[in-house]
Each structure stands twice: as structure tokens, then as C-alpha cells.
């Protein structure tokens, strides 16, 4: 038995130095431990997590992130330093909110291939899509049962996974409840530490909020720019919009209550310059020669529906600019 626990000891000792970061879901112990552990070994071997850096985040918000300067912010900071934390005491938690085709799942995949080498192609990747996973309203307690499960078998296998959520406004309360638990303080569940995992929400809830926000800013004469995360308290006017909405994932959510999500990061309704940067992005993707279609870019972005009156920020973002772009195009 001395043995057999020596060995498990210079095994995980050898893993941690290898990963790079501190393994705390197994407690060695015993032959299962130690196969579990090798599993999680293989597991980064298989799909490197790349070693952080925060200037290549920086690079990589900064030069194909378009119009979300408080995003660039925020996710930066927040990222980074969890990042760069060895013993963290709770997950990473962000709660990203904002109209359609704005940038919310795109940032998502930024900060993914920031950390993996496969990037949001990596099987440490999880999504989570309200209406495709959850679609029956009478089937919240098998999803439940299957959701705890899936978050527990990702994290047991890979400590350094992330979870996005989409359509966290059209997810039933108590799904969102049983997240609650990997979310906390708590230093295990069920054996368990998820200390070192990110938990990203998606939700189109409290994007009124934001954009009357803007458009007051707008209207008071005021730059973009000057607009940040306290700007009339739209943080807090998020929350309190989603957690006071029945129909919202958040309503009346513990994880509110008890303070569980790190930041809820507004995502501002994006302006002509900058669906006109996507429609530039677009033509690169699809290989559009840009000298033989020197206006096409700005064409494009007018044709988009914008909002109010005075046609200031784009109804649907950057949201089906390519379709658009197509209908320029000659086949």
C-alpha cells in the first residue's frame, strides 16, 4: 500500500508541473485516482492549453473586436487575471447582454482560442443552446439531471473547461438554478473542485437597457468612448432588469442573489463605421478583391436597418451582413 501511494504521489506531482496549472479534482489515494488523473493528463497533452498570454488577448480583442470598447475592458482584465491566479477561489463567471449580432458568442470564441490551442473547436469548448438542449418546458427535470451531469464529467476529465450558455433569456429559472452550485465558493462538489473552470452567459435580456443608454449618450452629444461600465449605473440597471423579468433565465436567480456572476459586460449597438469594419471582414473571408469594390463596404452597411430615426446604430448589429454583402456580389 506504501507503494501504490508513493507512486500516485510522483504522478501527480509530475502532471502538475506538465499542465501548469494545480489539479485539485483528484484526491490521490487510490488506483482509480491515479487513472483518473492520468486521464486528465492525456486529456491537455491531446489539446494544449496554450500558455496565457495577455498581450496576445489584448491583440486579438483590439484588432477583430469592432464598436465594444467596454467589452475589450473588461473581458481583458477579468480574463487575465484569472487567469494568471494559481488558486482561485470560485469559477470565472461572465454574463454578456446586448441585441442581436453584436459580438456576444464571437468574444466567447475569442477568449477560447486565447486559451486552447484548438480554440472554440476544442472538446473542452462546451455550449449550451437554450432552445436546441432544453426545448421542452416539460422535461425540466431529465435536463436537469443530464445538465449537472455533463458540467460534472467535463470538469472531473479537465479542470480548465469553459461552458458558454446561449440564450440565457429563454432558459427555464430552474435550469439555470442547477448551475448554481458549480458556480459558488464551495471548495468541492461532489468530490470535485471547479475553481479553475469559466462559465460564460449569453442573453439578449437588458439590451434596451443598454441601447437607451447609448442613445441618451448619443443624443446628449456625448463620444462613445465616454460611455463605461458605470455610465448611469447600466451594470446594475442590467441586473435589476433581469432578475425583476418572468421571462428571463435570471429571474429571481440565486446567482444573483448571492453574487455568483463576476461582471455582467454590456455589449453597445453597433454604429455605421462599425458594420461597415464586418462588411470589410467579410469581402477578406470571401476573398472580394477590395480595389475593384471600393464602395461596396459602405453600400452594404447603409443597406443595413438601423434605428431611430436619425439611423445611428444598426438594428441587428453585424448579424447577416454576409447574406447581405452576397446580394452585391456577382456570382
Known amino acids: 500500500m506504501k507503494a501504490s501511494h508513493f507512486v500516485i504521489v510522483l504522478l501527480f506531482s509530475d502532471i502538475t508541473l506538465t499542465s501548469g496549472f494545480i489539479i485539485e479534482s483528484i484526491v490521490c489515494g487510490s488506483a482509480a485516482a491515479a487513472a483518473a488523473v492520468i486521464g486528465v493528463w492525456y486529456a491537455s497533452q491531446r489539446d494544449n492549453v496554450l500558455p496565457f498570454d495577455h498581450k496576445r488577448l489584448e491583440k486579438d480583442l483590439n484588432e477583430n473586436l469592432y464598436g465594444q470598447h467596454i467589452v475589450s475592458k473588461v473581458v481583458l482584465k477579468s480574463v487575465s487575471s484569472f487567469m494568471k491566479d494559481s488558486n482561485p477561489n470560485k469559477p470565472l463567471v461572465l454574463s454578456f447582454h446586448g441585441t442581436a449580432g453584436v459580438g456576444k458568442n464571437y468574444v466567447s470564441k475569442i477568449i477560447a482560442r486565447n486559451i486552447y490551442k484548438l480554440g472554440d473547436k476544442s472538446e473542452h469548448f462546451i455550449t449550451f443552446i437554450s432552445e ?22 467535463h470538469v472531473l476529465r479537465f ?60 443624443k446628449a452629444g456625448k463620444d462613445r468612448e465616454e460611455l463605461q461600465m458605470n455610465s448611469k ?45 464586418c462588411v470589410l471582414t467579410e469581402m477578406v473571408n470571401l476573398n472580394i478583391t477590395l480595389h475593384h469594390h471600393a464602395d461596396l463596404a459602405d453600400t452594404v452597411a447603409r443597406d443595413m436597418p438601423f434605428f431611430p430615426s436619425e439611423k445611428i446604430f444598426s438594428v441587428k448589429g453585424c448579424k447577416s451582413v454576409r447574406q447581405k454583402l452576397m446580394l452585391y456580389v456577382d456570382d
Do not use: C
Not at 435550469?175 to 468541492?188: C, G, N, Q, S
Not at 435570471?250 to 455568483?260: A, E, G, M, P, T
Open 159 to 218: 479542470p480548465r473547461t469553459m461552458f458558454v450558455f446561449d440564450e440565457m433569456d429563454k432558459m427555464n429559472p430552474r435550469l439555470v438554478e442547477t448551475i448554481r452550485p458549480f458556480l459558488d465558493y464551495a471548495t468541492h462538489v461532489d468530490g470535485v473542485s471547479f475553481r479553475n473552470a469559466i462559465f460564460i452567459f449569453l442573453s439578449n435580456a437588458g439590451g434596451d437597457v443598454i441601447n437607451n443608454i447609448a442613445l441618451d449618450s448619443w
Open 233 to 277: 449605473e447600466m451594470e446594475t440597471q442590467i441586473l435589476r432588469n433581469i432578475f425583476n423579468d418572468k421571462s428571463s433565465g435570471f429571474w429571481h436567480s440565486s446567482l444573483i442573489d448571492r453574487h455568483l456572476v463576476d461582471h455582467f459586460v454590456p455589449f453597445l449597438p453597433l454604429e455605421l463605421k462599425h458594420v461597415r469594419q
Open 132 to 153: 436546441h438542449h432544453f426545448p421542452h418546458k416539460d422535461k425540466v427535470d431529465m435536463y436537469s439531471a443530464q445538465l449537472k451531469e455533463q458540467i460534472h464529467k
